[in-house]
């Protein structure tokens, strides 16, 4: 693995999976700066992510967010939380691979469903208030994204359950689990 690969850790998984949280966490610890790609797009476009797929189509979202990935790709000592759908994209994909070392942050669906069942801000998770079988519909919209997008979470590097952990195990985790990347 080249030097400039070893200087790059993505983080990816699903939505409430923790990347947002952890990203900096695990960059002040491993001296790393951190960068968060739905706070940068925000930053870009001055809109929050749900106003962005609502207003302009998750197209253009896409569109924005491949094109702040290839600009962080170059970036040396960066640890990165990607959004939950940036690496279901294939040239997305393998610009992560080839310049980084990749980390899936692995959620259960019945654990995903319970940090997901009261958030608002999540367009892809979006239902009718008002439908009959909420709580369905939000775990079956959970399992075909999390089924589609599983194909590009389990090539990652490194793969860490944050079912049962909290912050800090899952930190030490992915340290421990790096050692063998970063030498």
Do not use: H, W
């Amino acid at each position: 693995m080249d030097v400039v690969k070893k200087n790059r850790i993505y983080l990816t998984g699903f939505m409430g999976s923790g990347k947002s949280t952890i990203t900096p966490i695990l960059a002040n610890t491993l001296g790393y700066k951190s960068i968060d790609i739905d706070k940068e797009i925000e930053n870009k476009t001055q809109k929050n992510i749900a106003a962005i797929f609502s207003e302009m189509g998750e197209e253009y979202f896409r569109a924005i967010e491949r094109s702040i990935l290839q600009e962080i790709s170059k970036l040396d000592g960066y640890v990165i939380s990607l959004g939950g759908g940036t690496i279901a994209d294939p040239s997305n994909f393998s610009i992560i691979k080839s310049t980084g070392i990749l980390i899936y942050l692995k959620s259960s669906p019945e654990q995903i469903y319970k940090r997901m069942k009261n958030k608002t801000d999540r367009p892809l998770l979006r239902i009718n208030e008002d439908a009959d079988g909420n709580d369905e519909l939000l775990r079956s919209k959970i399992m075909k994204l999390l089924e589609m997008r599983e194909v590009f979470y389990n090539q990652a590097e490194i793969i860490i359950s944050t079912d049962e952990n909290n912050i800090g195990k899952t930190v030490d985790e992915i340290v421990r689990s790096l050692k063998t990347f970063l030498k």
